[in-house]
């Protein structure tokens, strides 16, 4: 099948400023992209790519919700199918499921979580960034441990 290439404006992917949300464009390229007006979804399958300015995500699967204002007013955006990846200029977090929800600034990046920068490594069972903060929350779950391999530079 040949990949579906769509441009549009999802305005709230990964942005701290709620006023930038309309000025920026993301690229999403699938195999299959299916529109739901009815539920205000949209809904890209097979070997998702999603390029904004800030980050570049990864997944099987990617769902935006939206709502009334259509799709430049993202109420949740999901990846998720295993294998989710996200990449910033400085770090690279893989996961099994990525939710952002922009009403709250929250970034939730669950199930054998990976996060690697120039410090480290840090292996956890659920990462949470509030981007309003600039906090980053790791946990573990079911008698595990966060786990972290820093270096010195």
């Known amino acids: ?86 990449k910033t200029e400085d770090q690279d977090a893989t996961g099994d499921r990525a939710v952002f929800t922009p009403a709250d600034q929250l970034l939730r990046l669950t199930g054998n979580v990976k996060v690697t920068n120039a410090s480290g490594t840090v292996d956890a069972s659920e990462l949470v960034v509030n981007l309003e903060t600039n906090v980053s929350t790791f946990t573990s779950s079911g008698g595990g441990r966060v786990t972290g391999i820093f270096t010195s530079q």
């Open 1 to 86: 099948m040949r990949p579906v290439r769509t441009l549009l404006v999802f305005a709230a992917l990964l942005l701290p400023a709620p006023m930038a949300w309309a000025q920026n464009k993301v690229e999403i390229t699938s195999d299959l992209f299916v529109m739901n007006e009815a539920v205000r979804e949209a809904v890209f399958t097979g070997n998702v790519v999603v390029v904004h300015p800030n980050v570049t995500v990864w997944a099987p699967k990617v769902v935006a919700t939206y709502g009334e204002g259509g799709t430049t007013d993202i109420e949740t955006f999901e990846a998720s199918g295993g294998n989710v990846r996200l």
